[in-house]
């Protein structure tokens, strides 16, 4: 059984709403999951995980969260070399660029990106709350 964690930040609540989605697939597939606001996430127990998923809406100009989540991220990135991590987030304009930028980015850190990321246009509705579970399935899978 796949130990997963899903770390993510949310302001609104929609980036909160699709991590317990990703949970509820990442389940169905069997593996083993723990659920942090990344607050909670203790960086020293990345290791014991096989695969992340991380969660963070676009803030201000297309960024990741700049108070809480993007410092976490600076200092985890080193780590994720050889990793499994997958990306999910909100955003509210600007049609999802921040994305592309943080798949980059964690490309760049040497992860095993799965996919490009899912990025969701406001509040997730059925059809974006379907592709968070298939992810959360389909990652869980592939570990």
Known sequence: MSKVAIVFWS?????????????KG????GAETSLFEVE??????L???DGILFGCPAMGDEVLE?????????EVEGSLSGVPVALFGSYGWGGGAWMADWAAR?????????SDGLAVENAPDADAL???EK???????SL
């Open 11 to 23: 302001g609104t609540g929609n980036t909160q709403e699709m991590a317990q989605a990703i949970e």
């Open 66 to 74: 700049e108070g809480t989540f993007e410092p976490f991220f600076a």
């Open 40 to 45: 909670s996430f203790d960086k020293g127990t």
């Open 106 to 114: 964690t490309k760049q850190a040497g992860a095993k990106l799965f």
């Open 135 to 141: 992810l959360g399935r389909d990652f869980a899978a």
């Open 130 to 132: 379907a592709a968070c």
């Open 26 to 29: 990442a389940k169905a597939a």
């Open 47 to 49: 290791a014991d995980y």
